[in-house]
């Protein structure tokens, strides 16, 4: 009997400790299930964008500076006007009395009376050029310099300078304020033998040596003023004196 009941025991034991296992087994298996579904779920993670490249902050776009003005072969004193860059090659080849003086106006009645109705002059007492505006040259009519570039015009007037210089080289030939005196320098001499023989006007406008010179010294060293050809080279003498005393 007792060996009946102790084999009955073994047997139930045994079916119990069966059961545990079966127990364990499927608890174990829900788990890694469960686990395996949670992981399923979960999305990957996504990749890391790839880093932009880094710009410097910029600021507002610059405007291109200006192009500087030449720098102007004479000295401006107070009071005067910039020279045109057209006639800097004038400026550049002549020799001229210091610290001269360029004055535009805009008004007939502003000109020195020397000018009469030239509408440009050269006053030697103050070494001044002066010359009425464009705009206002352009509202007087019949007037001579409307037929020439007002490069042309100051180039003349330059050369009138010059002729003063070359007064103001030689005290002997009296005071320097009158431009009449340069028919006595070396030079006038010289122009005045190279247009012997020339009528007084073979230069328009040309009224005498003293304009004659000036236009014909305009004329070679501003070529852009197309008369050297008809005004300097018509005449062989007169072409000659220009390259001989007025080198480009």
């Not at 004055?103 to 006053?123: E, I, M, N």
């Not at 007002?150 to 005290?171: D, R, S, T």
């Not at 070396?186 to 236009?215: D, S």
């Amino acid at each position: 009997m007792n060996r009946y009941y102790f084999r009955v025991l073994s047997i139930v034991a045994g079916l119990a400790a069966g059961i545990l296992v079966l127990i364990a087994v499927v608890w174990l298996a829900a788990g890694s299930d469960a686990s395996d579904g949670d992981e399923a779920v979960l999305p990957p993670p996504s990749p890391s964008p790839s880093a932009a490249p880094t710009r410097p902050p910029t600021g507002p776009t610059a405007s291109p500076s200006p192009t500087p003005e030449p720098a102007s072969p004479l000295p401006i004193p107070p009071g005067c006007s910039r020279w045109p860059e057209a006639v800097f090659p004038v400026i550049e080849k002549l020799e001229l009395p210091a610290a001269i003086c360029l004055k535009l106006v805009d008004r007939l009645d502003a000109l020195p009376q020397s000018c009469g109705d030239a509408r440009a002059c050269y006053t030697p007492p103050d070494r001044t050029v002066w010359k009425l505006t464009n705009a206002a040259e352009e509202q007087l009519p019949n007037s001579p310099l409307r037929s020439f570039t007002a490069e042309f015009v100051l180039a003349h007037e330059l050369c009138h300078a010059h002729q003063h210089w070359q007064v103001i080289k030689e005290p002997a030939l009296g005071p320097e304020f009158g431009l009449a005196s340069w028919v006595g320098t070396p030079e006038g001499r010289a122009f005045a033998q190279a247009t012997q023989g020339l009528p007084p006007n073979f230069i328009p406008l040309g009224g005498g040596i003293l304009e004659n010179f000036a236009n014909v010294c305009a004329a070679w060293l501003l070529p852009t003023s197309g008369l050297q050809q008809q005004w300097v080279d018509a005449f062989p003498n007169v072409q000659r004196f220009a390259r001989a005393w007025l080198p480009k």
